[in-house]
């Protein structure tokens, strides 16, 4: 059963517009989230953390929210460039334990 | 330069046989992961090892078998027995516990059967 769920397949946004990435999450022992960044045929690269003592996270253009009522997270890029397009996979972990992946976003910036 | 390195990057296989996906590190973690990706599907847990000559399994262990004799390196076996093998697979790394510090991932072994 997948604990971690990334509903939108796809998005697609204009170059200098917000791109807006959700994640939802069923356990509600997770207390720590992360972003990754994929490009084809590489491997994941890290991009934002939070932990569940926060409910929000920034760093340059990428801002992670956290909302534990609502199991969510999502993930803001500000201002979107085309060099974002990528497949953007939202993870949790209870207790410093493996993290589980949801099924990846795949992100198109439109010049 | 520090990383995880992971080969081959592309990998046949005929039904019946075992292969071996090598993952290397030189980052000094404790940790190491692997993962395999199936389309539609997020990352899923294989095994994982906290310490050398320590290993346990992840939620799809089933058909794979792996050794951690160094910490440097975590090299994992798809047998016979795996009865879908063809995936892309990635190996990761982590100072022991995720915490602050993430993953840092290899850049994937696809593996083919034919």
């Known amino acids: 059963d997948q604990q971690v769920k990334q509903n939108s397949p796809s998005l697609s946004v204009q170059e200098g517009r917000i791109s807006i990435l959700n994640c939802d999450y069923t356990?509600?022992?997770?207390?720590?989230f992360l972003w990754y960044k994929k490009y084809p045929a590489e491997g994941p690269t890290f991009l934002i953390s939070?932990?569940?003592?926060?409910d929000k996270n920034e760093d340059g253009r990428f801002t992670v929210f956290l909302n534990k009522s609502a199991k969510h997270l999502s993930l803001h890029i500000v201002p979107s460039q085309p060099g974002d397009s990528a497949v953007y996979f939202c993870?949790?972990?209870?207790?410093?334990?493996?993290?589980?992946f949801g099924t990846g976003t795949s992100l198109t910036v439109i010049p | 330069d520090g990383g995880i390195t992971q080969s081959p990057k592309y990998l046949f296989r005929k039904e019946g046989q075992n292969v071996t996906l090598s993952c290397e590190q030189n980052?000094?973690?404790?940790?190491m992961y692997w993962y395999r990706q199936d389309p539609g599907q997020g990352l899923r847990l294989i095994y994982y090892?906290?310490?050398?000559?320590?290993?346990q399994k992840g939620d799809i262990a089933e058909g794979y078998s792996v050794s951690r004799e160094k910490k440097e390196s975590f090299p994992l076996t798809v047998t016979s027995a795996q009865k879908n093998p063809t995936a892309f697979y990635l190996c990761?790394?982590?100072?022991?516990?995720?915490?602050?510090?993430?993953?840092?991932f290899g850049s994937g072994t696809r593996l083919t059967v034919v």
């Open positions: 980052l000094n973690h404790d940790a």
């Open positions: 090892s906290q310490i050398v000559n320590d290993f």
């Open positions: 990761a790394s982590s100072m022991g516990g995720a915490y602050s510090y993430g993953y840092t």
């Open positions: 356990n509600s022992m997770f207390d720590y």
């Open positions: 939070i932990s569940s003592i926060k």
């Open positions: 993870a949790a972990s209870a207790a410093g334990n493996q993290f589980y």
